[in-house]
């Protein structure tokens, strides 16, 4: 299934942190839906800039994938990692196209104090990144 190999390119990126891994499975179009947005992100561009922002949050909080699902077009990643001290528990949700570029990507966290950390600690990293 081309879905595997699309998995197994974000997982190099959640590894190594290489942008240019987004830049290779990330379709121009691709919707992102945040848990601290209300709105999607639409575009490759602002995509990028969040899930950048988020590797950022995470990489150094404990982050580790605990379980997949893959089935034809989709993938559902449950990732867990503390921030502050707070377990986070989410999961990541990517839909990919026929030539195996991620379309959509919706990310869903609980518990609701762990949300608020993580919106906290993404709105300094985007901050840092404006100046």
Sequence with gaps: MIINSTIQQWHQFIQSGDMK???DILDEQVVFYSPVLHTPQKGNKLTKMYLGAAYYVFKDNSFVYKKEVIQNQQAVLEFETTIDG???????IIEINEDG???EFKVMIRPLQGLQKLQQKMMEMLEQNKT
Excluded: A, H, R
């Design 86 to 92: 707070t377990v986070i528990n989410g999961v990541d």
């Design 101 to 103: 570029n991620i379309i």
């Design 21 to 23: 891994i987004l830049d």
